[in-house]
Structures are given as C-alpha cells and as structure tokens.
C-alpha cells in the first residue's frame, strides 16, 4: 500500500463535464495539498489543507473546488473546465510542526480537457 | 514571495559518471528547508534528500550529496556513479511557513 494514493490516474473530460479527484493518504499526516503540473513550468500550488481546514487557496479559479472531509482524504471537484486546465494533478501531504517537514507525493492524475 | 531557480531544462551523464545539477532560490528568510525530489516517468515524486538551512553541514544520502551556499543562496545536487535508474525529472524545493516552493525541473539522462 502506498503512502498516498491518488484516483483516477487519468481522466479525459468535455468542457462541460463534472467530475472529482481523489486522494487518500495512509501515513497519519495532518497536511494535504494539491498541486496543478505543467509541462516546463514549476509545480504551482492549487489548495492546503491542515487538520481538515483550508489555509491556502493559490488565487485557483473557482471551477476547481476542494474538499476535505477529514485529514486522510482530500478530493478536487471539477466542472466547467478549459482545454488550458488539462496538466497533471499531484496530491501530496506532510506533517507539519514537527521538524519532519517533506513532502510524500501520489502519482497524480492526468488530465485532459477536450 | 519565494522563487525557485533551475537554469538548466535538460542535462546528459555517462553511466557512472557524476553530474551536478543546479539551483538558486530568493528569500528573505534565514529559517527555511531545502529539497530535491526526483519524478520518474512513473509520475511519482520522491524525496531525494533534504537539507535545514541552520546546518551548515552539506546533507548526503548514498551517491546523493548536496552543495549549500547559503549565502549565494544555491543549492546544488551531486550525483555520483550515476545509474540508468537516475534518469528523471529532478526539482528543487523550498520550504518555509506551510508552504513548499517548486523549480521549473531538470530533465536528467543517463547514458548506457
């Protein structure tokens, strides 16, 4: 089992399409985040999340939306995207405050709007 | 707010050789971390080695080694005896207050 999975690992959406990201993670981590990758440009920063409560929102259009039912998951709710947002959504988590802070990364999702 | 440099898109080594890819950051900070994570083709980012930039001792794991300058703020990796498995994306990281800051990436290929 891996420390953080992420579902599902491509997704192809029309422009008028609803659909979610998903991502658990399994290592008791009390921080989630998502990250939106694009060829040749730095991982840019979507959402945080800590204990469940969201602490950064990146200036991310409001046709993504986050949620965070609890400190283990976190999903990405789409709907009404542009061929622009197609890229790979990673998830990541860390424990934070303790001096442990790094990363753990899923797989990401890649996806494609048509 | 905090930025992450890597100048070079893509890099070569031979197999076994070693390579140093490179990093500069901007901060106003003195408390901070430092990273590099690797993406192999397989997507997944992993953490290759970490640094705590109140430690002046430069931080190693295995053939990985890093070059901190923390007043030129740079922050360079050193892979010896590279291997045909190195080959990947490699970024650099900056951490402070909650938040982590990426490069752009260096694509690193190992030659047979």
């Known amino acids: 089992e891996t420390g953080v999975t992420q579902t599902p690992r491509h997704l192809v959406m029309g422009m008028t399409n609803k659909k979610s990201l998903k991502c658990e993670q399994h290592l008791g981590h009390n921080a989630m985040y998502w990250y939106k990758q694009s060829a040749k440009k730095p991982l840019e920063l979507m959402f945080v999340y800590n204990f469940k409560e969201q602490t950064e929102n990146n200036s991310v259009p409001s046709r993504f939306s986050p949620e965070c039912p609890n400190s283990s998951h976190l999903f990405l709710h789409l709907h009404t995207l542009q061929p622009e947002d197609s890229a790979l959504y990673l998830c990541a988590s860390s424990q934070d405050g303790e001096g442990l802070e790094k990363l753990f990364f899923g797989s990401g999702t890649q996806l494609s709007v048509l | 707010a905090q930025t992450v440099t890597q100048s070079q898109p893509e890099m070569s080594v031979q197999e076994a050789e070693t390579v140093t890819l490179s990093c500069t950051y901007d901060?106003?900070?003195?408390?901070?971390?430092l990273f590099w994570y690797k993406q192999p083709p397989s997507r997944q980012m992993i953490l290759v080695i970490r640094?705590?930039?109140?430690?002046?001792q430069n931080a190693t794991e295995n053939r990985f080694s890093v070059n901190f300058q923390k007043a030129a703020k740079s922050f360079s990796l050193k892979i010896s005896d590279s291997q045909l498995g190195d080959a990947a994306m490699y970024f650099c990281a900056y951490y402070n207050f909650n938040k982590f800051y990426f490069g752009s990436g260096t694509k690193l290929n190992v030659k047979p």
């Open positions: 901060t106003s900070e003195s408390d901070y971390y």
């Open positions: 640094q705590e930039a109140y430690k002046q």
